[in-house]
């Protein structure tokens, strides 16, 4: 601290800093001595620095004044002074993108690097590639090629290195001077050899074969810059990773041999490698681990810090592969670099035992506010893979995550504790009471509206089911008082839930509705009339289809067709049944949380893949009477892979019909398909309607074909069918170069694989938040009830993965985890049936011998309940 | 941080190289990558955000805003390079490691402030020959020093000598001897 309060006392005094306070008009008014003769180098090279400081501080130099400066400069280049070329050379660098005409000192630099100054040649190369464009370029061309195979090791590695950098722009004229950095990549200098070897990948990185061949010579003749050897090791791992080469490949066996390496650079690149090659076994991972292992104890810093992280990185899949390394890591746990004793701490908590997660929680714990939130993010993950594992651990990691929450931090760190907390309670329903707690506390001093709206929508679903509901209300109704419209709109949702759900609390939620109904904010006002409103009703059908389950539209969709509806005046109310539903939302039944590179632009609500589909249909005349597109199944593979021709096959659902949407791709260089019909033949009593051609397929641009199908009207029950299908089409041969195609052509056919629609194929997903309030709500006037035992399936997980893609429908309750050593389970599923009827289902699982189910379906409509019951069976 | 991709074969290494005083205050900066912070003011914001993190403890690397930074300091100097989260960490030390080397020769040792903002010229030159766009041009730090041929003390020493009368003269040689004392 004295040092610094000297230092500080100085620099007022004598003013050390030569450029503070520079006015870039002064400067530029002193740049007028440039054009006096003779030239005062040193005062010249003093308002040049001046100039480069200014621009590397980001002052703004207008075009004109950057263009009179520059001009001026130019004059410099008559000074034989070294260091003052050396910095016109810079100055015409940083102007290269400020001022105009720059290209007026090609002929200074095109001299300047062929002259017989050597330590001019190289900067100037790189100034004249700066500010050279395409056409340019071929004038230089042959200085270029000559500069590449100088003798002079700063000449020929400044040419390489400019080249690669131009080759984004002039990739046709640099390709020409393969030959040149091949003869440089031989040379005796290391940097030459490095600058050669990336030139040359990146000019040959789309031709696998010359890749191969490169590193063929390159590994085998042993080159002797280790920067090279690091770039050759990624070369080969991403040709291993492309070509899905397996382990005895040559390629594998030279970055290995890198382990050996005497220098620590390319043996840390080999053993990163190799740790990040997917399907490594635990014996391959074994000598890239223990060099790891030794540069735990290494002095330097940055070397335990990669070591650490990639052991980190080994853990994650493979801990037992890195349990060797414990007591390294244990001595990492204490080191002076927190971002090196956290990587330590959060990778023994992946290997290490239940019995040390509280002595590293304890030691984490010392150190947690010190270090960044990037790794504090790291720990949290760590906390919620620990919890997956050891669930018995969860009240330890609870408090510790409480602490965490109360301590400073960003918002990407807040919700990664909160992420947590939410799936500890998830998977532990004994931690739901405390979880809830913590977050309570958590909003009544939050800053971040979207972790406040999310916790409170998580307390409006999970409190009203808790014994004591009501020592929520406090809180939620805090938010409704001191907090942004957003979070107030959000708090009042809440309170309905409990209002709905609890009868005794009923009473005192219309009182706090009461309140709000007099906010300052129209969306707040708004939802409190209404669930006002609904509450009132004392209804459970209409509580659980207007509080507890929401909409199941969606957005987009529901955007458009209210659009629609207005720009058509007609007498009818509008339909909530035209509106395509909502592909269902995955959020809620995530478990795992984000990693830390996610996005940080706000998450927009992006049209879903149905809503894109949607459009596409409604685009072509022939689909668009169909009505509203129910669902679209994901893509069918209907060839083999590496088939002449690749053909999927997407089935939209509409209400009365199916179009079938195939996507081809020729992938024969000398044919052009015309006309090109997928013929289907139905077994069933289903009845095409028309086929919509692929007017012209070349290759290797897909293209797609459509068959439409009209459903059988007469029996709604026939909702499986199979097809027989046949790809015809006109060929018309063609040149594999031009693509010029034959005049003539012939008609030709390809047999396809048979294609299935399913009972799944007419149910879309939806997802109920409450599965017992919209039980009751659709009511058991239609309920069917049957039992059917499963004697092929040996477990209760087995059973359920079977049901939900059966029937294709949404999973609700996260009833679809079953819990460990369980033998029975209830699974609830969720779905609307075509033509917009809710249709639940409860499976009852017991596990004997085999796995019994009782099913019991409901919906508002019996055919629908007859459907599903007779496609279990 | 847990990129699954191994780093693409490059030669793109360095994503930015900056040197700050003992406020924070950027003395020198480069940027290589033209998607990482375009404007100045996230740069700046980027440059504070680093040095407040690192200036009190001297740790040599660590993981921030999605980069791998390497750094060092001297007395009131701080020297940072950042590369991409998937970069070889011994590939940016070299290049920090070339850096600081090249400057002490060229400040003789005098790696501090007032003697760099004196020999600013040279600092722009070593880093010019360390990287070009992005790329390791040089990580031999005698053969930068070669390549920049920079004359040290050139040119303000000379003109102290010329214009500055004696005393003045002997002021600035006591701060350089105790500097180098504390250092």
Not at chain 1, 384 to 396: D, E
Not at chain 1, 752 to 777: M, R, S, Y
Not at chain 2, 13 to 40: C, H, M, Q, W
Request: hydrophobic share 40%.
């Amino acid at each position: 601290m004295i040092k610094k309060f000297d230092k500080k006392d100085e620099e007022s005094g004598s003013g050390s800093n030569p450029f503070q306070h520079l006015e870039k008009s002064a400067v530029l008014q002193e740049a007028r001595i440039f054009n006096e003769t003779p030239i005062n180098p040193r005062r010249c090279l003093h308002i040049l620095t001046k100039i480069i400081y200014l621009l590397n501080q980001g002052e703004h130099f207008g075009t004109t004044e950057a263009t009179e400066a520059f001009f001026a400069m130019t004059r410099l280049f008559q000074s034989n002074d070294q260091t003052l070329r050396r910095m016109c050379y810079l100055t015409i660098k940083e102007m290269a993108n400020i001022s105009e005409d720059v290209i007026i000192v090609t002929s200074s630099l095109t001299k300047d690097m062929t002259g017989k100054e050597d330590v001019y040649r190289g900067p100037a190369i790189r100034a004249l590639c700066r500010i050279t464009d395409t056409t340019m370029l071929q004038a230089i061309e042959r200085y270029m090629k000559q500069a590449i195979v100088d003798k002079v090791p700063s000449v020929s590695s400044s040419a390489l290195v400019s080249s690669l950098h131009m080759v984004k722009m002039s990739y046709d004229v640099v390709k020409r001077w393969v030959n040149e950095a091949q003869e440089a990549a031989s040379s005796d200098n290391i940097m030459v050899q490095y600058h050669a070897l990336g030139l040359l990948y990146h000019l040959r990185k789309n031709d696998r074969l010359a890749v191969t061949k490169m590193l063929n010579k390159f590994t085998k003749s042993g080159l002797k810059s280790p920067f090279a050897y690091c770039m050759l090791i990624r070369i080969a791992s991403k040709l291993l990773d492309e070509t899905e080469g397996g382990h005895d490949s040559p390629l594998f066996d030279f970055i290995e041999g890198c382990l050996r390496n005497k220098n620590e650079m390319v043996v840390y690149e080999a053993a990163s490698a190799i740790v990040h090659m997917p399907n490594c076994t635990a014996r391959e991972l074994a000598p890239a681990v223990s060099v790891l292992q030794l540069f735990c104890s290494s002095p330097k810093a940055a070397l335990r810090y990669a070591a650490v992280r990639t052991l980190n990185k080994v853990a994650m899949k493979h801990p037992s592969a890195v349990t060797a390394c414990n007591l390294d890591l244990e001595n990492l746990i204490t080191d002076s670099n927190r971002s090196i004793a956290t990587l330590a701490i959060t990778t023994l908590l992946k290997t290490g035992s239940e019995s040390s997660v509280d002595r590293l929680m304890k030691q984490i714990s010392s150190f947690v506010s010190e270090i960044s939130d990037e790794f504090k993010v790291v720990v949290v993950q760590a906390i919620s893979a620990l919890c997956q594992k050891y669930p018995r651990k969860h009240s330890v990691m609870m408090n510790f995550l409480s602490n965490m929450l109360r301590d400073d931090g960003g918002f990407e760190y807040k919700r990664a504790i909160v992420d947590c907390i939410i799936s500890i309670i998830e998977e532990n329903p004994e931690s739901k009471e405390t979880g809830l707690a913590h977050l309570c506390e958590f909003i009544e001093d939050c800053e971040h509206t979207v972790l406040a709206t999310k916790i409170l929508h998580l307390l409006g679903k999970e409190g009203p089911r808790t014994p004591q509901p009501s020592k929520y209300i406090r809180f939620i109704f805090n938010r409704v008082v001191l907090e942004s419209e957003a979070v107030r709109a959000a708090a009042v949702s809440a309170l309905a839930k409990f209002g709905a759900q609890n009868d005794d609390l009923l009473p005192s939620v219309l009182v706090l509705m009461q309140r709000c109904m007099m906010d300052s904010d129209d969306e707040v006002r708004d939802r409190a009339t209404f669930y006002m409103n609904v509450l009132q009703q004392k209804q459970k059908a209409l509580n659980a289809a207007y509080i507890f389950n929401g909409l199941s539209v969606s957005i987009p969709g529901l955007e458009k067709s209210l659009h629609q509806y207005t720009l058509e005046p007609t007498e009818k109310p509008f339909d909530m049944k035209s509106v395509p539903l909502a592909t269902t939302p995955i959020t809620e039944q995530k478990t795992e949380i984000a990693p830390v590179a996610t996005s940080k632009l706000p998450e927009k609500l992006a049209p879903s893949r149905q809503d894109i589909y949607q459009e596409q249909l409604a685009a072509i005349p022939e689909f668009q009477s169909l009505g509203p597109l129910f669902k679209s199944s994901d893509p069918v593979q209907l060839t083999e892979a590496e088939t002449e021709y690749v053909v999927r096959c997407i089935k939209h659902t509409f209400a009365r019909h199916m179009v079938f949407q195939f996507d081809c791709t020729n992938t024969l260089n000398d044919q052009l398909l015309q006309k090109v019909v997928v013929q289907m033949e139905p077994s069933e009593a289903y009845e095409v309607e028309h086929y919509l051609p692929a007017l012209s397929l070349p290759y290797s641009q897909p293209g797609s074909c459509y068959t439409l199908i009209r459903l059988p009207d007469d029996d709604p029950t026939a909702v499986s069918c199979t097809f027989s299908c046949t790809m015809k089409y006109l060929v018309r041969d063609c040149d594999p170069n031009t693509g010029e195609p034959d005049d003539d052509g012939y008609d030709d056919e390809y047999v396809l694989e048979d294609l299935e629609v399913t009972v799944a194929d007419h149910i879309q997903k939806v997802l109920k938040p409450n599965f017992g309030a919209a039980w009751e709500e659709v009511g058991d006037e239609f309920e069917k009830e049957e039992t059917f035992a499963l004697a092929s399936v040996r477990t209760l997980d087995e059973a359920v993965n079977n049901i939900i893609s059966f029937l294709g429908m949404q999973p609700c309750e996260r009833s679809d985890k079953v819990p460990e050593n369980k033998n029975s389970h209830v699974l609830f599923l969720a779905g609307v049936f075509r033509g917009g009827h809710d249709v639940l289902v409860r499976a009852r699982l017991a596990l004997a011998d085999g796995v019994t189910m009782q099913v019991t379906v409901r919906s508002s409509e019996e055919t629908v309940v007859d459907v599903i019951l007779a496609s279990v069976g | 941080l847990h990129s699954t991709a191994p780093p693409e074969p490059s030669l793109y290494t360095v994503k930015a190289v900056f040197i700050l005083d003992n406020d924070g205050n950027r003395l020198l900066s480069k940027y290589y990558d033209p998607e990482l912070y375009p404007s100045i003011k996230e740069q700046r914001n980027f440059e504070s955000n680093i040095f407040n993190k690192t200036h009190k403890a001297d740790n040599e690397i660590a993981f921030l805003e999605g980069l791998t930074i390497v750094y060092k300091s001297s007395i009131d100097l701080f020297f940072y390079v950042a590369g991409s989260a998937q970069e070889n960490e011994l590939m940016l030390m070299s290049v920090l490691s070339c850096l600081f080397d090249s400057l002490t020769h060229i400040l003789r040792k005098n790696v501090e402030r007032k003697c760099l903002l004196e020999n600013m010229e040279g600092a722009f030159l070593v880093v010019d020959e360390i990287i070009d766009g992005g790329v390791i041009l040089e990580s031999d730090h005698q053969q930068v020093l070669q390549k920049v041929n920079y004359r040290v003390g050139h040119p303000s020493i000379l003109l102290v000598l010329t214009t500055a009368p004696v005393l003045q003269v002997l002021q600035s040689a006591k701060d350089q001897i105790k500097w180098s004392i504390l250092k």
